[in-house]
């Protein structure tokens, strides 16, 4: 079985200063990871992934993230935050041994505050 | 390129009735998943179509059905609707796995809010 977890429910970030939104998974086999974010009102808006090769993604809007495959962990990060980054943050595994299956399996989400 | 389509937005059902929300995929895209999303339990997979094959299955009763049309447009159905069932229902649809960029980006549409009294 896969699961993910997000240890925090809520991150309150100065705007202007670095942020960082944590996630750590467990799968089998080898995962591929994903992070989404979600406004009011609105489904979730794909971030970026990791598949395979540099641990360092970069991802859209300035976010970045950096997999560990020896920790599990998949962070987000950005390192100047705005308040416009205020949503709710959805880290993601796929168990890629699952071949065929698209079912991705999600933490239970990070509400990012940036406070001006 | 037009987005995810879910249909209606916004609806409200009483206890005991049943409801069928729409998904209109991203033209040539030709899975589709479903999930349920509430304060409590967060996003939870239905069900997950290709082809009109219904690939992958989560873990919800008998209630949750849905159907994938040769267009690729996608309908969930639940009957006999209790006040749990109260929530975001998004759709997303994707490439089949073969797509030789690699993993495959799930694409939402806006979610369908239901409110059962």
């Known amino acids: 079985a896969q699961s993910v977890a997000q240890p925090e429910d809520q991150v309150n970030v100065a705007e202007g200063n670095p942020l960082t939104v944590k996630c750590t998974y467990s799968v089998s086999g080898n995962p591929y990871l994903f992070w989404y974010v979600q406004y009011p009102n609105r489904g979730l808006q794909f971030l970026l992934k990791?598949?395979?090769?540099?641990?360092l993604v970069k991802g859209s809007y300035g976010f970045e993230a950096e997999f560990n495959k020896s920790q599990t962990s998949f962070h987000l990060k950005k390192p100047s935050a705005l308040v416009s980054d205020s949503a709710l943050y959805f880290c993601?595994?796929?168990?890629?041994?699952?071949?065929?299956?698209?079912?991705?399996?999600f933490g239970t989400g990070t509400r990012l505050t940036i406070i001006p | 390129k037009a987005g995810v389509t879910q249909t209606p937005r916004y609806l409200i059902k009483t206890r005991g009735q049943q409801v069928t929300l729409s998904c209109s995929p991203i033209s040539g895209h030709r899975s589709v998943s479903w999930y349920q999303q509430t304060p409590g339990q967060g996003l939870q997979f239905l069900f997950e179509y290709f082809s009109e094959t219904q690939r992958n299955k989560g873990n919800f009763p008998g209630r949750f059905s849905g159907r994938q049309f040769s267009n690729s447009r996608s309908e969930m159905n639940v009957s006999t609707l209790e006040l749990g069932d109260s929530a975001l229902y998004l759709c997303a649809s994707s490439f089949p796995r073969g797509d030789p960029s690699g993993a495959n980006v799930l694409t939402f549409g806006a979610g369908s809010r239901l409110t059962v009294l």
């Open positions: 990791y598949i395979t090769g540099d641990n």
């Open positions: 993601a595994v796929r168990d890629i041994s699952n071949f065929g299956n698209e079912k991705l399996t």
